[in-house]
């Protein structure tokens, strides 16, 4: 089955910066790749994904980009405010599956 | 659209006795994914269903079990209470129904918070 590796597990930043979470899968033929935010003592949010068709998609201040050679896949999130501080999960969904498998997650830590 | 439900939200158990938790999943969603949230280990796939068929299961015991109704609700029981199922439990649902574009996209409920004593 798939695996989704995660990476860093916990970022600092300061307002105004960027972020960049960065992650890795397994399965070659895997075609979707969703990111979700969770807010403390929320439920898990879908904030952007990508198709494997695609190596870039922007939505405003968060975008994601995909290597399907090197099998990775990035959140790049600009201008972090304090409100972006939050647990970011990345997953990947495999050619042969109808739901994703998810990265350990990465707490993201926005200081004003 | 109703988002996903779950009921109850807090939960209270002892060792040893058995729990059933709720989903109700959006409109017209058919697919119910469970997951077990646990502090550093992220989002613990236990299970899927779809039309009242478990599709994709994960490494958990037996203790673990569930099940989907002709309504798309869906619940999940856990036998024999351990401490360390002590977790939030997240319900996931979506149209899961693949296709040519695919219609991956998940959608969770609050989750029910599950502490055993």
């Known amino acids: 089955g798939e695996n989704v590796e995660q990476h860093p597990s916990t970022l600092s930043v300061q307002e105004g910066d960027s972020a960049v979470i960065k992650c890795t899968y397994s399965d070659s033929a895997s075609n979707y790749f969703p990111w979700y935010k969770q807010e403390l003592g929320k439920r898990p949010q879908l904030i952007i994904d990508i198709r494997s068709n695609v190596g870039e998609k922007k939505d405003q201040r968060i975008a994601v980009t995909l290597n399907k050679t090197a099998k990775h896949f990035s959140l790049h999130i600009t201008e972090t405010q304090p409100e972006d501080s939050a647990v970011y999960f990345c997953?990947?969904?495999?050619?042969?599956?109808?739901?994703?498998?998810f990265g350990r997650g990465t707490s993201l830590i926005v200081h004003p | 659209k109703a988002g996903v439900t779950q009921t109850p939200r807090y939960l209270i158990k002892t060792r040893g006795q058995q729990v059933t938790l709720s989903c109700s999943p959006i409109?017209?969603?058919?697919?119910v994914s469970w997951y077990q949230q646990t502090p550093g280990q992220g989002l613990q796939f236990l299970f899927e269903?779809?039309?009242?068929?478990?599709?994709n299961k994960g490494n958990f015991p037996g203790r673990f079990s569930g099940r989907q109704f002709s309504n798309s609700r869906s619940e999940m029981n856990v036998s024999t209470l351990e401490l360390g199922d002590s977790a939030l439990y997240l319900c996931?649902?979506?149209?899961?129904?693949?296709?040519?574009?695919?219609?991956?996209?998940?959608?969770f409920g609050p989750g029910t918070r599950l502490t055993v004593t």
């Open positions: 269903y779809f039309s009242e068929t478990q599709r």
């Open positions: 997953a990947a969904k495999s050619g042969g599956s109808y739901i994703p498998t």
């Open positions: 996931a649902s979506s149209l899961g129904s693949g296709g040519a574009r695919g219609d991956y996209e998940q959608y």
């Open positions: 409109s017209g969603h058919r697919s």
